[in-house]
C-alpha cells in the first residue's frame, strides 16, 4: 500500500509539473505574441506621422522647385499608396513595407532634389520640417529593429522543442519580418 500511494504521488507531481510547464510555455508564447504587435503598432504611429507631415514638405518644396513635378508626383503617389496600404486591415505585412520602402525611396529623391536648391535649403519651414523627417525616420529605424528582435525570439521560440509543441497544438503561427525590398537594398543614384 505505502508503494502505491508513493507512485500515485510521483504520478501526480509528473503530472502537475507537465501541467505547470504547458501553462509556462503556453503564456510565454502568448506574451510574445503581444510584444509582436505592439512592435507593429510603434512602427505603425511612426510611419503615420511621417504620412502626416509629407504633404507639407511636397508643399514647400514646390513652392521652389514647381518644375520638379516628377519627383512631387512620385513623393505624393508613394504616400498615398502607403497610406491605402495602411488603411486596409487586409494588407500583409509584405505589402506595407514594400509601401513604405516605396515612399521612402520617394522621399530620398525628394531630399536630394531639394539640395540642388539654396533657397530652399535655407527655408526655415523648409529645414524643420527635413529635421522632423529625419528625427521620425531614425525612429522608425529602432522600431522596425526592435519588431524584428521581437519577431525573431518569437519565431525562435515556435520552432524550438519544447515549446514547438504548445505552439502547433494552439496555433501559434511564425510572424513575418519587415524586410526591406530589392529597390530599397540598391544603392541610389544622386545626380544633379
Known amino acids: 500500500m505505502g508503494v502505491l500511494l508513493v507512485v500515485v504521488v510521483v504520478i501526480l507531481a509528473v503530472a502537475v509539473g507537465l501541467v505547470a510547464w504547458a501553462v509556462g510555455a503556453y503564456n510565454g508564447l502568448v506574451q510574445l505574441r503581444n510584444r509582436v504587435g505592439n512592435g507593429w503598432a510603434q512602427i505603425d504611429v511612426q510611419l503615420k506621422q511621417r504620412a502626416d507631415l509629407i504633404p507639407n514638405l511636397v508643399e514647400t518644396v514646390k513652392g521652389y522647385a514647381a518644375h520638379e513635378s516628377g519627383v512631387l508626383t512620385q513623393v505624393t503617389a508613394a504616400r498615398a499608396g502607403a497610406v491605402a496600404a495602411a488603411a486596409n486591415p487586409g494588407a500583409s505585412l509584405a505589402e506595407r513595407a514594400a509601401a513604405e520602402n516605396a515612399l521612402s525611396h520617394a522621399l530620398f529623391n525628394l531630399q536630394a532634389t531639394a539640395e540642388a536648391y539654396p533657397q530652399l535649403q535655407a527655408n526655415q519651414n523648409f529645414m524643420n520640417l527635413q529635421n522632423q523627417l529625419q528625427g521620425l525616420e531614425q525612429k522608425i529605424a529602432y522600431a522596425r529593429q526592435f519588431y524584428n528582435d521581437v519577431v525573431m525570439k518569437y519565431n525562435t521560440r515556435i520552432e524550438t522543442v ?26 541610389p543614384q544622386v545626380r544633379f
Open 162 to 187: 519544447p515549446s514547438n509543441i504548445i505552439a502547433g497544438m494552439f496555433h501559434f503561427t511564425q510572424a513575418q519580418y519587415f524586410m526591406a525590398d530589392e529597390a530599397s537594398r540598391a544603392v
